[in-house]
């Protein structure tokens, strides 16, 4: 969507904070022994109680309120009562929902407790990498210099992006135009950011994979490669500067 009054921009304020607030808070609670649906209940009620509504479970009846990935799973996993978490497990949340009209989505992956399989340069780098690439984002900039900015960066570390995942627009949806904000330089996109847009921002940062596969479960992601992946997502407002950041109180990056 594109902000064109100040109450469009509180709307889209407050579905932020709802989402950002439910990832830390699902981050923080999340801990070795707990299962992933009872981590997702934990986060729907929170939404609930900012009267918010999970945006898969709405959009796609998506089966569970958040996406949680583990492991070797890249995203879209589905919460179960036998995914039991594990200490040194990489770990992806994903939280998207509609409060009052407007939508918003942030995403994380972070290691459980002691990182016993060095999954931490991973994810510090796709956090670094989201950084970069909101701080470069502003009205005119050409979309596909971002997805340039974002593969270099994952090379620099070590790692290889994702090719057939990618950010999107938001705002009065989940998924709106632009659609397709890679992680890779597409030259053939032409399109640029406009100011005053709504978008969601994220990373797709891997160890071994350049695509993401579905499971038989119709959801769950992995690598065509297999390896891990991380991901960081942040939905912003464009403006001619600085990007506002309206998930920011999730700390991800």
Same mark, same amino acid.
């Given at each position: 969507?594109?902000?064109?009054?100040?109450?469009?921009?509180?709307?889209?304020?407050? &579905?932020?904070?709802?989402?950002?607030?439910?990832?830390?808070?699902?981050?923080?609670?999340?801990?070795?022994?707990?299962?992933?649906?009872?981590?997702?209940?934990?986060?729907?009620?929170?939404?609930?109680?900012? *009267?918010?509504?999970?945006?898969?479970?709405?959009?796609?009846?998506?089966?569970?309120?958040?996406?949680?990935?583990?492991?070797?799973?890249?995203?879209? *996993?589905?919460?179960? @009562?036998?995914?039991?978490?594990?200490?040194?497990? $990489?770990?992806?949340?994903?939280?998207?929902?509609?409060?009052?009209?407007?939508? &918003?989505? @942030?995403?994380?992956?972070?290691?459980?407790?002691?990182? $016993?399989?060095?999954? /931490?340069?991973?994810?510090? &780098?796709?956090?670094?990498?989201?950084? %970069?690439?909101?701080? %470069?984002? =502003?009205?005119?900039?050409? +979309?596909?210099? !971002? *997805?340039?900015?974002?593969?270099?960066?994952?090379?620099?570390?070590?790692? =290889?992006?994702?090719? %057939?995942?990618?950010?999107?627009?938001?705002?009065?949806?989940?998924?709106?135009?632009?659609?397709? $904000?890679?992680?890779?330089?597409?030259?053939?996109?032409?399109?640029?950011?406009?100011?005053?847009?709504?978008?969601? !921002?994220?990373?797709?940062?891997?160890?071994?994979?350049?695509?993401?596969?579905?499971?038989?479960?119709?959801?769950?992601?992995?690598?065509?490669?297999?390896?891990?992946?991380? /991901?960081?997502?942040?939905? +912003?407002?464009?403006?001619?500067?600085?990007?506002?950041?309206?998930?920011? +109180?999730?700390?991800?990056?």
């Amino acid at each position: 969507m594109s902000i064109t009054k100040e109450s469009e921009l509180f709307g889209m304020q407050r &579905a932020g904070e709802a989402v950002a607030y439910t990832l830390k808070a699902m981050i923080d609670h999340a801990q070795p022994g707990m299962s992933t649906k009872e981590l997702d209940e934990f986060g729907a009620r929170i939404l609930s109680g900012f *009267g918010a509504r999970s945006a898969p479970h709405l959009t796609y009846k998506f089966p569970g309120w958040t996406c949680i990935s583990v492991g070797n799973e890249f995203c879209h *996993g589905i919460p179960s @009562n036998t995914r039991i978490l594990k200490e040194g497990d $990489l770990v992806n949340i994903d939280v998207s929902a509609e409060l009052n009209g407007f939508w &918003a989505d @942030n995403g994380g992956s972070f290691v459980l407790g002691s990182d $016993l399989h060095q999954h /931490q340069p991973l994810v510090d &780098a796709s956090k670094d990498i989201l950084r %970069n690439a909101i701080s %470069n984002i =502003k009205g005119g900039v050409k +979309i596909a210099d !971002i *997805g340039h900015l974002m593969e270099t960066e994952a090379r620099k570390h070590g790692y =290889k992006v994702i090719k %057939n995942l990618g950010g999107h627009g938001i705002g009065r949806g989940l998924h709106e135009e632009p659609a397709d $904000l890679l992680n890779y330089k597409n030259r053939f996109d032409q399109r640029r950011f406009k100011k005053n847009s709504v978008v969601a !921002i994220e990373t797709f940062i891997s160890t071994s994979s350049t695509f993401a596969v579905e499971l038989n479960d119709g959801w769950t992601m992995v690598g065509n490669k297999g390896g891990h992946m991380a /991901q960081h997502e942040h939905t +912003i407002v464009v403006t001619g500067g600085e990007p506002i950041i309206l998930t920011e +109180i999730n700390g991800i990056s």
